[in-house]
């Protein structure tokens, strides 16, 4: 694809008089409240209507949408995850055609798995696949002994006595990690047995990192035979993944690979974190045009589920409103058209390629800081500004008259403080961060962030915001 650039004048041309207009008459409309209109109207999804793909080594039917587990509801005003809503939540998606759970020992603070295996142990063990991982980051689970007790866990907490989909987590850094957590372990050897024995029916890799330690490892291929990869595919990361982050790999060259070898490709991060619903109120609009009737989400999701070689494309459903948007994605799916398809990788891609935000998928790998540092909600709230609009810039206030620079300054320099402030604890913001570099070095960030840097750098700006006058 030419990578043909578009400034947002042009693209505002593009949508005409109509679209100008409506994007004016929508400027000032909180994000919430716009996708709050989303839901309002939303109608059932149909039953008996979900689209699977064959998996072509076992046969095995997966339906399109992956439920993902990783952000689960809580107890309102509590730290305690919502039980109840969970298993109400699972039964509503098994009962629309969800098959496939996709959780793993690190989320939701160790407790995913555990709310997973209560929540599906109430269904018939053949009705539904588990996906987990050996998420082995930690030195304490690298021994063998280590592993096994990972692995163990993960049937105990889940309360089965096999695993559909097992990962080996989050590999991308580099081979001397590769060969540390996996290989020189007798890991490799141990999962191998495993499947063997069919305790294990697929084994595979989830990948986060550079294009040579992605390529070696899939020439291991015919040693380990790989049964899935999971990779990150969306309309941004699809040409854009090393530009968003430096070192990443463009999901067209992931997706291309695995195809040659017939390895089916499980889709995380199809909306980026949530990034891909949460637009700029000009790009929504032209998607909103297009599809009246369909969310800004639902384009993201069409996107990932449409290549051939995908098995199911994951998707952390935290509130039934969101299950059920995506149920109506893909009950069934109507793949994108050929000119859906390159509007999303040429118009709106380059668009949102120059808000130039930080590539948090609010993972919570980071989390929780030994400070209290709410790095998820800190990066999301500056993203969110940042795609708005609403980013206020002390160094052009600082270069003459305000009604020269940025006759909004005052207002966005007002809105960034507040919100930060209602958002986010005192306490526990970027001013907070000490640099201890734990959440790089003994966590995993996938998208490689330097946090902080990126706590720095905020800090900065928050307090050059808050010297300056009004």
């Known amino acids: 694809m030419k990578k043909n650039k578009i400034d947002r004048r042009s693209f505002l041309k593009m949508l005409g008089v109509g679209g100008a207009a409506a994007v004016a008459a929508c400027a000032g409309k909180k994000r919430t409240e716009a996708a709050a ?30 439920y993902g587990m990783m952000r689960l509801p809580m107890v309102e005003g509590t730290e305690e995850f919502d039980q109840e809503m969970i298993n109400r939540q699972i039964d509503y998606a098994i009962e629309h055609g969800v098959n496939y ?48 007790k990972m692995y163990y866990d993960s049937m105990s907490e889940m309360q089965v006595d096999y ?12 081979m001397e990690e590769f060969n540390r957590r996996y290989v020189d372990n007798g890991a490799m050897d141990f999962l191998m047995a495993e499947r063997q024995a069919g305790r294990i029916r697929q084994l595979g890799f989830s990948f986060h990192g550079r294009q040579e330690v992605f390529d070696e490892v899939l020439t291991l291929h ?107 994605t893909y009950c069934p799916l109507k793949p994108l058209t050929e000119e859906e398809q ?21 993972c ?6 030994p400070y209290g540092i709410d790095i998820p909600t800190i990066f999301t709230h500056y993203n969110t500004l940042k795609i708005e609009g609403f980013l206020p810039n002390p160094t052009l206030a600082e270069q003459g008259p305000q009604s020269q620079a940025d006759p909004d300054y005052r207002e966005k320099r007002r809105r960034y403080l507040i919100s930060l402030d209602r958002q986010v ?5 970027p001013d907070h961060c000490i640099q201890c570099g734990r959440c790089i070095h003994e966590k995993h960030c996938p998208q490689q962030i330097n946090i902080p840097v990126e706590m720095q750098r905020l800090s900065t700006l928050i307090e050059q915001l808050k010297r300056q006058p009004e």
Request: aromatic share 10%.
């Open 364 to 369: 919570q790998y980071c989390m929780p800081c």
């Open 163 to 174: 695993i559909d989909y097992y990962l080996l987590h989050a590999i991308g850094g580099s």
């Open 222 to 328: 015919d040693k380990y035979h790989w049964d899935f990869v999971q990779i990150e595919l969306n309309w941004l990361d699809w040409n854009y993944a090393n530009e968003i982050n430096d070192g990443n790999v463009d999901a067209s060259y992931l997706y291309a690979e695995l195809l040659k070898l017939g390895i089916p490709a499980v889709i995380m991060e199809p909306l980026l974190g949530g990034r891909l619903a949460k637009l700029p109120q000009y790009v929504a609009i032209e998607l909103k045009r297009r599809l009246p009737e369909q969310s800004v989400a639902s384009w993201a999701f069409r996107y990932a589920g449409t290549p051939e070689g995908v098995l199911t494309v994951l998707s952390g459903m935290t509130f039934m409103e969101h299950l059920k948007d995506n149920l109506l």
């Open 101 to 148: 759970f996709d959780t793993s020992p690190v989320y939701c603070r160790g407790m995913s798995e555990r709310c997973t295996g209560i929540a599906l142990k109430r269904h018939p063990r053949d009705s539904y696949f588990v996906a987990t991982k050996l998420s082995n980051f930690d030195p304490r689970f690298q021994s063998l002994d280590g592993v096994k």
């Open 425 to 429: 604890p005192r306490e526990r913001q």
């Open 342 to 362: 390159q509007f999303l990788d040429t118009t709106i891609a380059h668009q949102m390629m120059e808000e130039e935000t930080i590539p948090c998928n609010a």
């Open 37 to 66: 209109d989303e839901y309002k109207n939303q109608v059932e999804p149909p039953t008996g209507q979900m689209t699977y793909r064959q998996n072509p080594n076992t046969g095995d039917k997966v339906s399109l949408l992956g």
